[in-house]
């Protein structure tokens, strides 16, 4: 019963904080105005209602006798009224009107109708309250006549109740535009924050953050800061590292190669050339996989124009590519272009024919490649995203690599915040499936 009171709780309640900080201010503000509302409304302004009410038909009776049994003092008596209460007072000889005149859900008119109905009985009265702006008409049947009332609407029900209810409505506003006004300035760090966690999550560079708002969010944004700070500083020494590595390394290899070239015996010469060609692949592939989070700024890009300069760069026939929807989204395009380029060499290395679709769903970009060589077993799909990870042993290594194309791959969509499958696709073949948000 409880858990599903919870779950019923968290569907209503809002998600973001800024909301739910809003209801905990507003909500206390906005009950207690109710109370003070109905208590007084209850309490105080029926009562206060009730009693003007049932004087104002206590006067009209008493003018209703003092007409039956004097009708010859009646003039100086209505003049009186008129001069002392603002009645204004009339006599007719017709019938009442047919057509009410009271407004069903009027706490002034359930009020004198109530009165009305308790001194002269059911259908000897009638009366309107909205006829005119200031004053109530009341109609009293005496005998063959129709005695016309015309009295001040203060004197059938309190005014004050308006000003009530504004002095109390007004100040809840503003308080709650204050505490609008508070709560924005207080959640606005920490939406920085998390907009700099998340472009720091896809691989940019954070260098324009600055921690504000509380001293305990103002921690927590100087706390990433120096984490991300620590983070840069340690990809940027792999990167310089394995740069040294690479210029210490190639300087032998150029003089294996050179002496290489000084050997008489040419298949002797050819196979250690080989060897060192492969030393040299290798040492690329481990450069590229290690500066896989390079310098590169984000920017809007546009998948059309990139897969057509990848159209253009590969030359070949057997790619196709279906371009369903136009799509934009902020990436690195050197780092994108490079992994959608492996995927489809691949494709073209493996098998005959590779086919790209770009689609665009709700707010990520689907982009599906599909191509008709041997596939690889269901068993082996996370290990071929594994570095170093080659599938079959006995492929030579300047077909298959040194197994980093998809690593490198998986680390470049996975730093956009996009996802990678592998499934079996419809050629035959192997189906990759990315996802990459807008």
């Known amino acids: 019963m409880f858990s599903g009171l919870n779950k019923l709780i968290k569907l209503i309640l809002p998600k973001r904080l ?57 003039d100086f008596f209505t003049d009186s009224y008129k001069n002392n209460f603002n009645f204004e007072i009339g006599i007719y000889q017709n019938e009442l009107p047919k057509i009410s005149g009271e407004r069903k859900f009027s706490p002034m008119d359930r009020s004198l109708r109530r009165e009305l109905k308790s001194t002269f009985g059911n259908n000897n009265y009638w009366f309107s309250t909205s006829k005119f702006k200031n004053a109530v008409e009341i109609k009293i049947k005496s ?42 300035n207080q959640t606005k760090p920490l939406v920085r924050l998390a907009k700099a966690a998340e472009k720091f999550g896809k691989g940019d560079y954070v260098n324009d953050f600055r921690p504000s708002g509380a001293q305990e969010i103002r921690k927590a944004a100087y706390e990433f800061d120096r984490m991300a700070k620590r983070i840069n500083r340690h990809l940027n020494q792999r990167s310089e590292m394995l740069s040294g ?92 272009k490079r992994s959608f380029e492996n995927i489809i060499m691949n494709g073209l290395t493996y098998g005959k024919k590779v086919f790209v679709n770009i689609q665009k769903g709700s707010n990520r970009a689907l982009i599906i490649f599909e191509d008709d060589g041997p596939g690889i077993p269901e068993d082996q799909y996370k290990n071929v995203f594994k570095p170093f990870f080659r599938l079959d042993k006995s492929r030579s290594l300047n077909k298959s690599g040194v197994g980093l194309g998809l690593a490198i791959v998986e680390d470049v969509i996975n730093s956009h915040g996009g996802s990678i499958h592998l499934s079996k696709s419809k050629y035959k073949g192997l189906l990759f499936k990315i996802s990459l948000p807008f």
């Not at 016309?148 to 009530?164: D, G, N, Q, W, Y």
């Open 143 to 184: 005998q063959n006549d129709v005695i016309e009332f015309l009295v001040p609407k203060e004197m059938v029900s309190a005014s004050s109740v308006r000003l009530f209810v504004l002095w109390t409505t007004l100040p809840s506003i503003v308080l709650i535009v204050i505490a609008l006004i508070f709560l924005k």
């Open 245 to 336: 590595i690479s210029h210490d390394l190639r300087t032998p290899l150029t003089r294996l190669k050179l002496q290489l070239a000084m050997i008489s015996e040419k298949e002797l010469s050819n196979n250690m050339s080989k060897d060192i060609d492969e030393m040299e692949k290798m040492l690329n592939d481990y450069l590229h996989f290690a500066k896989t989070q390079s310098l590169e700024s984000t920017k809007e890009v546009n998948l059309a124009k990139i897969f057509s300069e990848i159209k253009k760069d590969i030359n070949n026939n057997n790619l196709e590519i279906l371009i369903t929807d136009d799509v934009n989204l902020k990436a690195r395009p050197i780092s994108l």
């Open 18 to 74: 800024f909301y739910r900080a809003l209801i905990i201010v507003a909500a206390p503000t906005i009950i207690l105005q109710l109370i003070i509302t109905i208590v007084f409304y209850d309490s105080i302004w029926i009562k206060a209602n009730k009693n003007t009410t049932r004087s104002l038909v206590a006067q009209l009776k008493t003018i209703q006798e003092v007409y039956k049994n004097d009708k010859k003092n009646l």
